[in-house]
Every structure is written in structure tokens, then in C-alpha cells.
């Protein structure tokens, strides 16, 4: 593999910093690879919007799969799914993105199907009828309302028993009622990013303490981590980033000893308190800190993280990082610093990092390439770690200028440098020394003064040159 295509990869997995998931994805893409096929459809002229609109193909368990993008008539698609050539076939995803003419999702329009997996996106829903998912109750398990304008939780979700994926994310929601999920008692991952100023009620999401693991409250407005995550013990995936929230009260994630990857990246945190990370000690392993406000770096909070593999601390203003920074952090994998005020970088703060850290981001405008950091591209070549950057202009070194445009691994050896030292009270025996005599009020003590200041510099150059 390229070293360009290496450190894309790693630039992807660590801005994200959920690398589980991406994991579980590319595993489920292999096993689900479509066969493309012609859609079950008539050719007739009354279909051929039908046959634009929508791509079909057959996993490898032979169930259909329908793609439709821009759909320009669902309801004509719905009227041929539900005809009896073609209900009989078992369909494992139903795709629709951008359908015009679609504001209500009508009674019984899936009554007679088969699927595991509707998706309606960036589609205006004006109403959802209470019977829109009869017959799915027992046989959807994901379901995807993302953009379509809805300002509640649609009612006839609850009947959906067999419900594992829920997806509302990017609607109008404002409120989510006490209980509101209470049924859906095998739901394990919930979306509920980008609606904006959304209330989460204490009670909100009771019921789903023993099944949810997957819990996505992106871009809602947060001020603080809501009290209605505090039971959710299963969760192994929470993201809270694009919020607004400053501090973490201490212990908030005391209950979530399954926690492996948590982003906070892009609010307002400052400080953390030593205890914020309290019960996450063995199991979380990816943390974003990205695009946040901090000033110091959080030692005490970060060393019981003794899991972590993941950290992203990019782009706050942490200016100097202690030498214990890591200590406790021995199996620390990908780490980015990129983006914050830092001029230098330490060998004593990573030299026990040798042997697990596999990708380095760091540089910047404060960045300085000099022979403290000879040791970053030693390890380069050494330990092949990658060393990348998400700065621009310059992207990784500062100083010196020669080196401003140069990517970090393609900089030789020999260009960090650090100028030579001149200590300021260096004294050559061949300076000339200009002795002004201290004012007196008579000439007599004048003349006693000078032999005596003489001594004193004839002495001191006599140290001088015998140090020499």
C-alpha cells in the first residue's frame, strides 16, 4: 500500500475516531454485495420513469434490493411492489431519496410486503397514517426517516416490535416524550442528530437501558450531557458532537462500562475535572476531543483512560504538553495534536509509545522543524509511523521557512537543526571595555575609585581567559 493512500486512511479513521463502526461496515458490505439486476417491473411505457428512477440487485441471500434516486413517483412504485408478481419476492432494502409528490406515507403501503430496511431521505412527509408500516411489525428491522420534516416521533413506530435501526435524524423534532421508545424493546441504535434545539426529557429513552448501543444526539443544541444517557448501560457508541456544551459534571459516565468510542468533538469544553471519565477506565478506546476550547492538556481526566487507543485532541489551544501526558495511556494507537499552538514536541513524552503508536498528526502554523523533533522523522523510518496533518499553510512546519512547504516525511535527516547557542554574558578576552567612572563630588575620590575598578575588570577577564 502507497504511503499517500496509508494516511488517507488513517486521516479518515482519526477524524471520525469511531473505527469500530467503520469495521462492522466494511464487514456488513462484503457480506451484502448486490447483483445488479432489472427491477421486477414491466418495461412498458408507463413504467419508464420507473426504470430511470430506481436500480435493482440481489444480495447474496437472494433478497431484492430497490434504489430510487430521485424518485419522481412513489406512489406508481408502490402500486407495482404490491402487485402480485412482485410482493412475493422478500426485498432487504427499500431506498428513496428525493421522491416528489410524497406527503403522506399511506395506509397499509407495505401491508403485503416483505422488507427488512426502508430508507426515506431529503423527502417532504407532511402526515405518516397509523397504519403506513401494517404488516412490517415482525419483519422491519431498520428504518430510516432522515429529512423529511417530521416535528414528533411518528406514533406507528411503536408497533414496529422487530425494529433494531431507527434513524430520525436532520427532521424538526423539538420534544422527545418520556417512554417514547419503550416498546421498541430490541432497538440498538438510535439517530437523533441535526434536530436542532431538541429536549431530551430524564425519561426519554426508558426501556432501552438493556439494548440500545448505538446512540447519535449530534447537533441538537446540548448545553450539558443530558441525564436521560445515565442508564443506558449498554451503550458502546455515543456521539455528542456539534453541541454546545462547556463542561462535563464529574462521573457522568460512572454507569457505562461498555462504552468503546465517545465524541465531544466540536463544542466548548475548557477543562475537564480529574473524575469526567470515571467508569470508562478499561473500555473506551477511541475519543474525539476535535474542535474544542481547551487550554491545558487534561492530564488527570485523560490517565484513567488506560483503554484508549484513539485520541484526537486537534485544533484547541493546548500550548505545551506535560512529559507524563501519556503515561498511563500505553496502548495509545493513532493520536492527532494537529491544530493547536504547539511549537515542540517532546521524545520523553512519547518514547514509551514506540512500539503501539502507529499514526502521529501534528503541525501548524507554531510548529517549529528543528532538532527537537529530529527524533518524529527518526521514528518515521524506524517504527513506519505516519506522521500527518489536517493544517494548511503551512501544513506541518512553521519554522524554518525552507521547510514551510515541505510535507513531514519527505524533510531529510539533516534539516533539523537548531541554531547554535550564544550565551548572552560571554566575555572575549579581546573585548574592549569602555570603564565610566561613577560620579563623586570631589577629584580626589575619583582618582582613589578608578585603580580599583580596574582591579575588578582585570580579575574578571583573567577568569574569563583561564575558563577558556
Known sequence: ?????????????LRFSLWPSILLWIILA????????????????????????????YSNVRRLSVQCSPMANFSQLLEV???????????DLLYINNA????????????????????????????????AFAGLENRLNSLTLQNTGLKEIPAPIKTLKSLK????????????????????????TLRLAFNHDLHLDVESFVG??????NLNIKGINLKHIPEAILNLTELAFLDLAQNKIEEIKPRMFRNHHLLTALSLERNLI??????TFVGLNDSLSSLSLLNNMLIEFPLLALSKLTGLRVLDLGFNAIRQLPDQAFRSNELLTLLALDGNPLKT??????KHLNNSLRGLSVGGKFFECDCKVRWLAEWAREYSLQITSRERNPQFCSRPQHLRNKLFTFIDLDDFVCPPLIPNNHLSSKSSITIIPTTTTTTTQQHQQQPKRFLQVSLHLQRQNHRQ
Open 165 to 188: 435501526t431507527l434513524d430520525l435524524s436532520s427532521n424538526r423534532i423539538r420534544k422527545i416524550r418520556p417512554r417514547a421508545f419503550e416498546e421498541l424493546n430490541q432497538l440498538s
Open 30 to 57: 462484503t457480506v451484502f454485495t448486490l447483483i445488479h439486476c432489472q427491477c421486477p417491473w414491466p418495461r412498458t411505457p408507463i413504467h419508464v420513469s420507473l426504470h430511470s428512477d430506481c436500480v435493482c440487485g
Open 1 to 13: 500500500m502507497s504511503s499517500s493512500l496509508r494516511r488517507k486512511y488513517y486521516d479518515d479513521w
Open 100 to 131: 416528489t409528490g410524497l406527503s403522506v406515507l399511506p395506509k397499509n403501503a407495505f401491508k403485503k410486503l416483505d422488507i427488512q430496511q426502508i430508507h426515506l431521505a431529503n423527502t417532504y412527509l407532511e402526515r405518516i397514517d397509523k397504519d
Open 81 to 91: 411492489l404490491n402487485s402480485p408478481s412482485v410482493q412475493r419476492l422478500p426485498i
Open 270 to 275: 475548557r477543562s475537564m475535572h480529574p473524575d
Open 345 to 350: 514536541l517532546s521524545l520523553q513524552t512519547f
Open 208 to 213: 432501552l437501558g438493556r439494548t440500545l448501543k
